[in-house]
């Protein structure tokens, strides 16, 4: 079954440094999604990107954070200027209609900023 | 906003026996997801309901609108089940992937 790949599984940097989480959706997809855990909490919704543009973001993403989709396979999540409180499991996930479908995740990439 | 609760946040089964976990949300919904979460941390997508029920092997998802409230159903469980169960829901006008998530039930299946 086609998977969505995330890379690194896990990344440690220190405060201040910028970080970029990798995510490779499945090839037919066209929307997708960034979500964060934080440690013990729920998941939160960051922001879903289709047709090269942000179509929605929670208050969560400011102008911290960025994505980009730089080529045909790749989905990016930029964080810059990391704070302690970025530390989370991060999951991309990716669907293939904007409509009412299962979405796909990826492993996660854990961030741990120290 | 809508509130996710879920019930029980805990849940400890001999093997063998039917498991049900609660979902209830406090505003219109679109739809409604039931996710698993392993112990390593990775996500998997079990079910979208919008009404009604669906059936995938031991795994069972209903949801009544009217009553803002899912129940995921397994049946004869076994020890590959122990996971946290999530559900997830999308608002009445909201984009797909904006979903509000409940905090998750912790099953453990003994054998």
């Known amino acids: 079954e086609p998977e969505v790949t995330q890379t690194p599984s896990h990344q440690v940097t220190q405060m201040g440094q910028e970080v970029i989480l990798r995510c490779v959706p499945i090839?037919?997809?066209?929307?997708f999604y960034w979500y964060r855990q934080i440690l013990g909490q729920k998941v939160e919704f960051l922001v879903s990107f289709y047709n090269n543009e942000i179509s929605e973001k929670s208050e969560i993403f400011d102008d911290q954070f960025s994505v980009e989709r730089p080529d045909g396979s790749n989905f990016t999540l930029k964080i810059r200027s990391t704070k302690l409180e970025d530390s989370a499991m991060y999951f991309c996930a990716s669907s293939e209609t904007g409509f009412n479908e299962k979405l796909f995740f990826g492993s996660g990439t854990q961030l741990s900023v120290l | 906003k809508n509130e996710v609760e879920q019930s029980p946040q805990n849940l400890t089964a001999q093997e063998g026996e039917f498991i049900t976990i609660n979902c209830s949300y406090s505003v219109g919904i679109s739809a409604l997801h039931w996710l698993q979460q392993h112990p390593g941390g990775g996500i998997v997508s079990l079910f979208m309901l919008s009404s009604g029920k669906k059936k995938h092997g031991r795994l069972i998802a209903t949801i009544n609108i009217q009553e803002k409230h899912s129940s995921l159903h397994i049946t004869a469980s076994h020890p590959r089940d122990s996971a946290v169960y999530i559900c997830?829901?999308?608002?009445?006008?909201?984009?797909?992937?904006?979903?509000?998530f409940g905090k998750g039930t912790k099953l453990s299946v003994k054998p």
């Open positions: 090839s037919n997809h066209l929307y």
């Open positions: 997830a829901v999308r608002e009445a006008g909201g984009s797909q992937g904006n979903l509000i």
